[in-house]
Every structure is written in C-alpha cells, then in structure tokens.
C-alpha cells in the first residue's frame, strides 16, 4: 500500500477544555444549589451530590491521557487508523485496513470520522474527532480534501453533509 497521506493527530487543546469547564460549571451548580437552597428545598443535598459526583467525573474525563492516532490514506482510497504509542518511533505499523462510514462529516474547525474494519465482519464502529488544532494547518487541508473525494467516492454526494 503505498501511503499519499499520512497524518498524526495529536490530542487536542479544546477537546480536552471542553469537559473540565463542563465540571467547573457543574462544581459551581453543586455549591449553588447544596449553599443557597437546602431550606427551602428538602432534596438539594442529593441534588448537590449528583452534581457533585458528575462534576468530578468529567474533571477525571479531562485529567485522562489522551491517545495519538495516526490516519494512513492510500492513492486508491484505502483508510488505516492507528493508535500510537511512542509517536518518535518510525517504521513500519501493521492494521487493519478501515472503511469510511456514512455519517462522518467535516466542518471547518472538527471533522468525525466514523469508521470500522473492512475484512472483519461484525467489527465494532470507531469515531474518531480530528480537531483543528490538533494536526498541522498544511496536513488539515490535505486530510479535508483526501476525506471529500472519499466521501465522494463512498456515498455519491458530498462529505461535507451528514449521511
């Protein structure tokens, strides 16, 4: 397979504020509501704890090391996604080649792409969000147009369009 793209997709920055502010706003909603409210509503510790408990859980969501993926695109179409490890290491990466499923879309700052095994039958969907920020301003234009003409190429009408 002889690759015409190769990118790296390194976490990104806003994906990764995204839920630590969600938790923030929900640590404010938790004090809000277990300071301001618990005599005039009977509940509002319970309330609090649930707010509380999710707050937490999306802090932890955003404290998580992310992932580095790797997306291999082919002349002829062909997709390969990986999961990489030690990014500075160089050689050959053996996966599975992936289809491009319907429901991808690209718009101009976050592209979802969804996608699974070719050869397996049966094998789980993956979606993977590509960020802006988190390839480089030449590899993004580059996956944008590769992922058009294979969007093109799967469904007929533009990539750009939720199918």
Request: charged share 15%.
């Amino acid at each position: 397979m002889s690759i015409a793209l190769s990118v790296i997709v390194r976490p990104s920055r806003v994906h990764r504020l995204l839920p630590l502010g969600c938790g923030l706003a929900q640590c404010a909603a938790a004090l809000a509501v277990g300071i301001g409210t618990p005599a005039r509503f009977p509940g509002a510790y319970w309330l609090a704890a649930v707010l509380a408990g999710s707050a937490l859980t999306l802090m932890l969501g955003a404290a998580r090391r992310p992932k580095t993926h790797r997306i291999d695109i082919s002349g002829t179409g062909e997709l390969r996604v990986t999961v990489q490890q030690d990014v500075g290491v160089t050689g050959p990466v053996t996966s599975v080649p992936m289809v491009l499923l319907a429901g991808s879309v690209r718009w101009p700052m976050l592209a979802l792409l969804r996608y699974r095994a070719a050869d397996v039958p049966g094998a789980a969907t993956g979606v993977l969000p590509v960020w802006r920020d988190s390839v480089d301003p030449a590899a993004w234009r580059t996956l944008a147009v590769a992922l058009a003409v294979i969007g093109r190429r799967c469904g007929g009408e533009g990539f750009d369009k939720i199918r």
